[in-house]
């Protein structure tokens, strides 16, 4: 006979309802990862107890860890659940615990609402403000060392690992989250975005901006990318400060 | 006069850049997608994006060869007013990426730096790292999103297109979709409705695409009368890594960095692939194809592996798979180099499969890929440039008027075979090139657009999917959609991907048959009204196993091999002979037959959906820039095909029986 394993998930029925935990038993085959768990839960959703569910909401879609979708609180850890393998999960402890991010809003089980992440990227005009799309020739030479910092930066997938792990990304503040300062850095290190630098450093300081940051690194280790976030934090921080010395002498 | 809008649905590469342009052009868009558009599939893409730039052109490259490499590896089967625009705007493209900040890597000089992909002779694919697809989705998706601060883009994310809403004169009016928490269903009242949703890999279960390419949002508008078009073709990548839940691609730019495939020379060889020393490894690739070597195009490298499997040389006796060699000892690469130019997929492999492919070479396995099929779209073509005439409505129009489609979900670019590094340019390339041709649309719209149109015609359409959906939910039955799910995509997989016979076929067909029956009868396990993903899966089984007759049905009707669709019953022989006068008989009756083969089928199947099944018919590619010939890829023994080629059939018109074809129709009109 295969391997059983066992997972507990924490469901939630709707946003306000209260969540619970439920456990689960599936056959055990081979480069497993949690996304076929609940793969498998979907198609037979009965608990231990032999009690009829439903499947098991989540968010996901690339399943390689490119989407930023699937992240889930894993054995007690942030990360994608598409990259987290079974055998290497069940080495850390018997049975896999899924629960959601602690630091967004639940819409079902374990699929969150992680929108403000995205109003983080309007806030901070995550983008090249180009004149046209038409045609106006080559980009701006760039230095192969900053193309390389900016692809660094540029791989961050929203999956919001940084902020829940984030000491000052909690109910009681307004802190935008190093995501979207990683963003700005990227902006602001491209020839042309330099040119609406500014911009982006107003938007960062201020209650709920840089200075949020009590620098206690969370962010950068749990980031699945290695997105240089406290390099994009210090830098920033730097800049907002060369800023607002500016902004007082020129006013 | 009210506003004009236009929806868009689907948010990768070519909606977001639909979606740009439009809204740059004063255009209002609502644009829907089933995932946040940041991580739509697009992300998945890997190697680069093709073009010729001053750096390729200065090494003999121009804007034709890439042309007719895309024709060529197409096996003909591509329109080609339409791929010749795309490949003369492909600079241009790669020139507005570029200013949108993607961070492409750079050669010393600061330039955009180049590799080599599949299918070419030349480097022409830019790049930016292991992950282009990722950082050009991320560029568009940033301009979307300051157009939404500016108003003009209204994104509605988590909601999932129905079905598009026509009116009594055949005319789009604009599309029913449902939020995927409330399950709201309501009407998008649009002037024009752009389908821009991707392909339909879970089909065949487990592939490379991601989870909501199931081809739903084609099938549903397919449902409505809009044609579909090459189904049949069906890209299976040569190089991926399997798992329980998904087939993991590792790009073709392994190879195009010097990446070698290979197997042990001796059959079921168990030592590890470190120990094989260089003169007992069978780089069969590089021998059979002495020029293009290990970047062959996919459809090929697929087979040859496949091929070498079945003789025995699998490297896995579960499966079938070769070695993906990128190590220094046989590429010749330093480590930081690859880490440098490969690091995303360097590290999907390691996260996936626990070993360093910088150490050992990867154990690869062919995994479907990419549907060239689609919906059917139309061209004007500009008899001046032999390209497109950029502002004509009828460009990437369905066969239903004022619903388009655009990006993987069209058939239009990839003939019977896509190249590597195509799929991102033809994806941005048409979102771009839509805009024109919406706008004089939207100018001339029959009936005085959605706007004049009676409230009736939506509350029809709503209720009649409102009911669809109750239906569904309250379905008894004691089947379970997710196993039918596994048995058609075990079946597709078997029977519908690389090799093909019409025996096969035929049972595929009776099955899907029965799957669909047992569909009927499958019921919800999850009948709650809160963010009920059992019910978009369910509604969206039950549109695979549409699509899927579509494709079997036309694979058993094409008797010819072409490009991805191989049939061994049907394969001209290749010459074999050693004495010079029967080699060239031998090739003489080779070409004949190919140039027949053509005449017969070198044309685009178009499906109708009936109740009865997919019916189909043909029409006749445009082939009015380059002739097609033998695609041969300078296989061993090829010349003397070639030559004669050259000397009886080069320039011959190929005369082929034009059907009545829509488009034929639509330009009458
Ligand atoms: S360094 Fe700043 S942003 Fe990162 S976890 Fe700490 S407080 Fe949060
Ligand atoms: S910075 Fe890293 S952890 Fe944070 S959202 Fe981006 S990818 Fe995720
Ligand atoms: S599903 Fe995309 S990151 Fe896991």
């Known amino acids: 006979m295969s391997k059983l394993i066992r997972l507990t998930i924490q469901r939630q029925d709707a946003r306000e309802s209260h969540p619970y935990a439920q456990t689960f038993e599936i056959e055990h085959k081979p480069q497993m990862n949690v996304i076929s768990c609940l793969q498998d839960i979907a198609a037979r959703p009965v608990t231990v107890a032999g009690e009829q569910t439903t499947p098991v909401a989540w968010d996901c879609n690339c399943l390689e860890e490119v989407c930023g979708a699937c992240t889930m609180v894993i054995n007690g850890r942030v990360r994608q659940a598409c990259t987290a393998l079974v055998d290497n999960l069940l080495k850390e402890q018997a049975t896999i615990d899924l629960k959601p991010m602690s630091k967004f809003p639940v819409v079902r089980d374990l699929f969150v609402d992680r929108s403000r992440m995205f109003a983080a990227l309007k806030k901070v005009r995550a983008w090249i403000d180009v004149d046209t799309y038409g045609y106006l020739g080559e980009g701006p030479k760039v230095e192969p060392s900053v193309a390389d910092r900016r692809y660094e930066l540029s791989c961050c997938m929203t999956c919001g690992c940084c902020m829940d792990v984030c000491p000052q990304v909690n109910d009681g503040s307004d802190f935008i989250g190093p995501q979207a300062i990683g963003q700005a850095a990227l902006f602001n290190m491209h020839p042309t975005g330099a040119m609406s630098a500014d911009q982006r450093l107003e938007a960062l300081m201020g209650p709920g901006g840089i200075t949020d940051c009590g620098n206690a690194q969370n962010c950068v280790k749990a980031c699945p990318k290695e997105v240089p976030l406290t390099w994009a934090i210090g830098k920033t921080g730097r800049d907002t400060t060369v800023h607002a010395i500016r902004r007082w002498f020129v006013k | ?669």
């Open chain 2, 1 to 669: 006069m009210a506003k004009q809008r236009v929806v868009i649905v689907g948010g990768g590469l070519a909606g977001l850049s639909a979606a740009m342009k439009l809204a740059e052009d004063e255009v209002s868009v609502d644009l829907i997608s089933m995932v946040p558009v940041k991580r739509s599939h697009s992300v998945c893409a890997q190697g680069g994006i093709n073009c010729c730039n001053k750096f390729t052109r200065s090494q003999g490259d121009t804007e034709w060869n890439h042309f007719d490499d895309t024709a060529y590896g197409g096996e003909f089967l591509n329109n080609q007013p339409p791929i010749k625009e795309m490949c003369d705007w492909a600079p241009k493209i790669i020139d507005l990426a570029d200013r949108l900040g993607v961070p492409f890597n750079r050669s010393p000089e600061g330039n955009l730096a180049v590799r080599r992909f599949g299918g070419t002779l030349y480097k022409r694919t830019i790049y930016a790292g292991a992950s282009t697809g990722q950082q050009l989705l991320y560029a568009l998706d940033e301009q979307v999103r300051r157009w939404e601060t500016e108003g003009r883009i209204t994104t509605y994310e988590f909601w999932e297109f129905l079905g598009p809403i026509i009116d009594d004169q055949g005319v789009c009016r604009g599309c029913v979709a449902q939020d995927m928490f409330s399950l709201e269903i309501r009407a998008f009242p649009a002037d024009a409705v752009i389908l821009a949703t991707g392909g339909c890999g879970l089909i065949f279960g487990k592939s490379t695409m991601s989870m909501v390419c199931t081809g739903g949002a084609s099938a549903r508008a397919y449902q409505a009368g809009a044609n579909y078009a090459n189904g049949e073709f069906v890209q299976v990548h040569p190089t991926a890594i399997p798992g329980a839940d998904k087939l993991r691609l590792i790009s073709e730019a392994a190879r195009g960095e010097a990446g070698r495939v290979w197997v042990p020379r001796k059959p079921g060889d168990t030592r590890h692939p470190n120990q094989i020393p260089e003169p007992e490894r069978l780089y069969f690739l590089e021998e059979k194809y002495p020029t293009y070597k290990n970047l062959v195009p996919r459809d090929i490298a697929t087979r040859e592996i496949f091929a070498m499997c079945r003789a025995g040389y699998s490297v896995d006796p579960a499966t079938y798979a070769v070695y993906l060699d990128l190590t220094e000892r046989a590429t010749g690469i330093k480590r930081e180099v690859l880490e440098h130019k490969l690091g995303a997929i360097l590290e999907i492999y390691e996260k996936f499969v626990g070993t360093d492919p910088l150490d050992e070479p990867m154990k690869i396995f062919p995994a479907v890929h990419y549907s060239m099929g689609g919906l059917w779209v139309d061209f004007e073509a500009d008899p001046k440039t032999g390209g497109l005439r950029l502002d004509s409505p009828r460009n990437q129009q369905t066969s239903i008027p004022g619903l388009y489609a655009i990006g993987e979900a069209d058939y239009q670019y990839h003939g019977a075979n896509r190249l590597g590094a195509n799929s991102l340019l033809s994806c941005i390339f048409a979102g771009l090139m839509i805009g024109p041709g919406i706008r004089s649309w939207l100018k001339t719209v029959p009936g005085g657009g959605a706007a004049a149109a009676a409230s009736s015609l939506f509350e029809a359409a709503v209720s009649k999917h409102k009911d669809a959906t109750h239906q569904l939910v309250n379905r008894a039955g004691t089947e379970n959609p997710y196993l039918i799910h596994r048995e058609l995509g075990a079946l597709m997989t078997r029977n519908c991907t690389v090799v093909r016979v019409n025996a096969d076929l035929k049972t595929t067909l009776g099955e899907l048959d029965v799957l669909h029956e047992r569909w009927r009868r499958s019921a919800l396990s999850d009948k709650g009204q809160w963010t009920n993903q059992n019910l978009s899966f369910t509604r969206a089984l039950g549109d695979m196993l549409i699509v899927a007759k579509v494709i079997a049905s036309g694979a058993l009707d094409r008797d010819e091999c072409r490009g991805a669709h191989y049939k061994p019953e049907f394969e001209i022989p290749a010459p074999t002979a050693t004495e010079p006068d029967e080699l060239k008989r031998q090739a003489t009756e080779w070409c004949a037959r190919y140039f027949e083969q053509n005449r017969k089928w070198l044309k685009t199947t178009l499906a109708r959906h009936t109740a009865s099944g997919p019916q189909l018919s043909y029409e006749p590619v445009d082939v009015s820039l380059l002739p097609p010939r033998p695609r041969t890829y300078g296989v061993r023994g090829a010349d003397i095909i070639e030559k004669i080629w050259k000397q009886q059939y080069a320039g011959k018109p190929m005369a082929s029986a034009g059907e009545a074809s829509p488009r034929a129709a639509l330009a009458a009109n």
